[in-house]
Structure formats: C-alpha cells, structure tokens
C-alpha cells in the first residue's frame, strides 16, 4: 500500500518546504532542535534570539540561503514587529508559521523553585510575560503575512506539568495554562481564515539547557513512569512540530498534543 501526501493545491496547505518558519528562543537548547528540524526539511527559517547571539548566528551562516538570526525580546511588541518586517525583507516572503517556544529567566531546578508560601506574583507575571505576553505578540505580529498567504500555523510550546505536576512549578505551569486556553480560543478566531493554532506538551526532555539543571534521578524517576521507559528527547519533540506545520495537520486545530513517552494521558 503506498501511502500519499496531501495535495499542497489544497486551500490552505502549504508544504513544509515552502514555509517561512519563525521559532522564537531558536538560538538554544529545545529552539535550536525546532530551528535544526525544519531546516533539515527545506524550510526558511527565522532564527530569533535574546541573548544567544553566537549560537544563532552560527546556525544561521551554515544555512545562508535559508536562515537568518534576528534579535527580539519577545515581550516587547515593536521589536516582535520589527523582527517580522526585517524577515519578511530578508526571505522576501512573509512569516507563515510560528513555533512560540521562548523561555525567559527560567530554569526546571526545583529546589531553587518558588513555594507557596514563597511565590510572589512577580514570579508569575514574569512567567505570563514571556509566555502569554510573547506569543500574543508574535501572533499579532505575523497575522497580515498569513492572511495574505492564505495560510498560518501558529506552534505553542507547552508543558504536561498542568496536568500531571510532578515538579510544582508554580508560576511556569500557570502560564503554560493560560497559554493553552490562548492556544484554543485564537484557533476559533482564526479557523476561518486557513490558520491553525495547536499546542505541544512536552514533559522533561531530555537535555535542553532548562532542564540541564534537573538531578539525574529526577530523570530516571519520569523515565520510569512512561511506557517507553525514558525520558523524551528534542529530537522526538520536533517530531510533533513538523507534524503540525506539515499538510498531514490540515484539519487539526485547538489541539493540545502531549508528547512525554506516555507518562500523562490526555
């Protein structure tokens, strides 16, 4: 049996190849795998930074035709704006995909996490502003290229801890939720008009830098909980990435897909 692509003349598909993908936080640890993973597949892609700079500007020159590294705090809407204009000049092709995966001053360390009786929302509004704040902003920013390309698929990163919070991580966690419920109205808004929005949840993977400070029999622990018996990678978290920017994708939309080695059930 021979198994076929979807047909890219289809409303409202594009082929991974043909995206210009922007991957928010791409100059390090999961970003960087996201921004490997679709330049391995013909992608454009828009490496955005905050302070990896090098790390970026590396990927970037081994891919010069495909891949340019932009500095953007993703909290801040006129460098978003600013970052997508430059892109769009540079690829001569507006952003039609965005993977929202920056994580700002934070670190999965939980005996340096906030407590109860500790946690301040200064801790939580610093979470909401890189994650709620950050994708609003890129979203916003990229809206007029997707419609006037007919096509958008907007990637959130998210996280199994919301419902399986083996680590209590307060202020990350809750914004990670709030992402999600961001995740599944902006789907309903923008269905009609050809753009998905969709939400991986990964759990602990094994290594990006924010987990690099995780105990190693913290990981053993999640490992033996799953039915693989291990813990994810960020090559197995790209995976589910290029799942949703690929035509296979065309009718799925408001999804939360955990991707963890079956340690949460959705």
């Known amino acids: 049996m021979i198994f076929l692509l979807p047909t890219t003349s289809s409303p409202n598909v594009l082929s991974i190849r043909d995206q210009v993908v922007l991957v928010t936080g791409g100059g390090r640890g999961l970003g960087a795998r996201l921004v490997q993973s679709f330049l391995n597949e013909g992608s454009r892609v828009v490496i955005n930074y905050l302070e990896s700079a090098d790390a970026a500007r590396k990927t970037a020159a081994a891919f010069p035709q495909r ?10 809407a ?5 970052m ?3 892109a769009g000049a540079h690829f001569g092709s507006p952003i039609t995909t965005i993977i929202n995966n920056a994580l700002t001053d934070f670190s999965f360390n939980g005996d340096a996490r906030p407590h109860a009786d500790t946690l301040s929302w200064e801790d939580l509004d610093q979470q909401f502003a890189g994650t709620v704040r950050g994708a609003l902003n890129t979203v916003q920013a990229v809206l007029p290229g997707m419609r006037a390309a007919d096509f958008g ?3 959130n990163v998210g996280t199994n801890l919301f419902q399986h919070p083996v680590v209590p991580y307060h202020d990350y966690t809750a914004a ?3 992402l999600l419920s961001l995740t599944r109205t902006l789907s309903h808004d923008l269905g009609p008009e050809g753009i998905t929005v969709n939400m991986i949840s990964g759990g602990l993977l094994r290594t990006t830098d924010a987990s690099s400070a995780t105990p ?51």
């Open 153 to 155: 698929r907007v990637i």
């Open 216 to 266: 190693e029999e913290v990981f053993n622990v999640i490992a033996a909980g799953t039915p693989l018996r291990r813990v994810t990678t960020p090559e197995e978290f790209a995976d589910a990435a290029l799942f949703f920017a690929s035509p296979w994708s065309r009718s799925v939309t408001g999804q939360n897909l955990i991707v963890d080695g079956g340690l949460v059930k959705g």
């Open 67 to 76: 891949a340019v590294a932009i500095r953007a705090d993703v909290r801040d």
């Open 84 to 86: 997508v204009k430059e």
């Open 78 to 82: 006129q460098q978003v704006s600013a």
């Open 176 to 178: 990670k939720a709030a």
